[in-house]
């Protein structure tokens, strides 16, 4: 189904206009098709920017459409692995779609979305996780959302899961031998030594996956939902923490009454913040709804921020607040710092007001998102399918170190459920993944990527 057979083209630039825009072919027929653009006597110069014309129809001839730069990467130095040609034009929508009509008309393919890079994986090029890298890269909202998914794209995470793979290759080769030559009266593994060996591997796994919350939050960004009954400066915070005035605030109770919802880049990670309506009970049937969203909102929160007045003694709304959200990953704020002194149990003392305190609330903030990661300087599993993967293969793992422990059973399972959890591993870097999780991958992928 995936071929490479054939020369695709797309333009690889964001819509819109800009100063530059590029046209990228691919394929085995890509310098032929650019030959029947350009304007150019002669053959592209591998690697060089050459400066020609582009032709407004299919064929050299006619009046030129533009001024372009174009350059030749021939298979296998290339993106893709297949012979490349970048055109960059000047960057006009007109332009760049005559082009691609013109180069389809001269015998490309219009690419798929991630075509491009999932060529570069087909050509071994890159692995899967890599290319993954690419477009979580394009993506990145954050300096480290792009920090951590280049990281990816460098191959860190290949390299560790080689290592725990290669560890694995080698002691399911020592356990076979033992299978193979049962007569020769030596093992080349003990059965206490393998078990002791596939906890070792076990323990590598953990050290990946305890980083995954970590990474996910990084690459996912981080729900963190304001709560705190009416009054109190919820949205005033919400404000000074977006950076806009886009929650309304008024001295009257119950004035917000939907969930307002922003999203921000908090020391790189990104964070949709969410302000919610006073949680009371009211009459009010408008309020009352905004309410029960606010209690939804609570239960997706990865972080709650609850807010004290700290210019009034707590009231019956907040001490149930208090005590509902007690098992939950919280931070108690108390407002209002220019008016009055913090309440004692508060973690962070604010005030909304005059913006005293800000940066120690989103300080504060980062660190209970964090609360309990490592404190690595890069993460380096953020994607789900990957920890679902790992997760899997830690089960196989387990099940061969009981199966190696016990004297009774044979071998052949330790072994089963070896090469299973290498399996798991080969399908993270796209060894042998299937032809449909991967469609579903690159899916994802603007066109042009
Ligand atoms: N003195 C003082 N007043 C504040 C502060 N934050 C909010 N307020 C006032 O408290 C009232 C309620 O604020 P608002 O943000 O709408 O609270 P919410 O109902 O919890 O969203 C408004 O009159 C605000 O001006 C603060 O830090 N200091
Ligand atoms: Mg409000």
């Known amino acids: 189904m995936f071929s490479t057979e054939d020369s695709i083209v797309a333009i690889a630039t964001p819509p819109g206009r800009g100063g530059i825009g590029i046209v990228r072919i691919s394929g085995p027929s890509a310098h032929t098709i650019a030959r029947a653009l350009l304007q150019h006597p002669d053959a592209l110069r591998a690697r060089h920017a050459t400066y020609t014309r582009v032709a407004g129809r299919d064929t050299g001839a006619g009046a030129p459409l533009d001024e372009v730069v174009v350059t030749y990467f021939p298979a296998p130095h290339s993106y893709t692995g297949d012979d490349v040609i970048e055109i960059s034009a000047h960057g006009s929508p007109v332009v760049l779609s005559a082009i691609v009509t013109n180069a389809i008309a001269a015998g490309a393919r219009l690419a798929e979305p991630g075509e491009f890079t999932l060529r570069a994986f087909l050509n071994g090029k890159r692995d899967l996780v890599q290319a993954e890298a690419v477009a979580d890269l394009i993506d990145a909202a954050t300096p480290l959302q792009a920090r951590v998914a280049f990281d990816q794209l460098e191959g860190t995470l290949t390299r560790r899961i080689g290592v725990i793979d290669s560890r694995l290759f080698n002691l399911i080769a020592r356990l076979e031998a033992s299978l193979d030559f049962p007569d020769e009266g030596y093992h080349f593994v003990e059965a206490g030594a393998a078990a002791g060996e596939i906890g070792a591997v076990v323990t590598d796994l953990d050290d990946l996956l305890e980083g995954a919350r970590r990474g996910r939050l990084i690459r996912e960004g981080a729900t963190v939902v304001i709560i705190g009954r ?106 209002k710092s220019d008016s009055a002194s913090p309440i004692p149990d508060a973690a962070v003392a604010v005030s909304a007001r005059t913006g005293a305190g800000f940066d120690v609330l989103r300080g504060a903030i980062g660190s209970s998102l964090l609360e309990g990661e490592p404190r690595r300087d890069s993460a380096a599993i953020t994607n789900i399918r990957h920890i679902a993967l790992l997760q899997e293969a830690r089960t196989h793992l387990e099940a061969a170190r009981r199966a190696a422990g016990d004297a009774q059973a044979p071998e052949e399972f330790v072994l089963a459920d070896l090469q299973a959890a290498r399996a798991r591993l080969d399908e993270i870097v796209g060894n042998r993944t299937s032809e449909d999780v991967l469609q579903h991958i690159f899916e994802r992928f603007c066109i042009g990527k």
């Open 230 to 335: 009416p009054n109190v400066g919820k949205s005033s915070i919400f404000n000074r923490l977006a950076g806009a005035d886009r929650a309304i605030v008024t001295e009257i109770p119950g004035t917000t009454r939907d969930l307002v919802s922003e999203r921000i880049d908090l020391d790189g990670l990104a964070v949709t913040l969410v302000d919610t309506a006073g949680d009371r009970a009211t009459p009010d049937l408008i309020e009352r709804e905004g309410v029960m969203r606010a209690t939804q909102a609570r239960g997706v929160a990865d972080l709650l921020l609850l807010v004290l007045d700290s210019t009034t003694p707590l009231t019956t709304d907040d001490e149930r607040l208090l005590r509902e959200t007690e098992g939950r990953r919280r931070l108690v704020i108390s407002n």
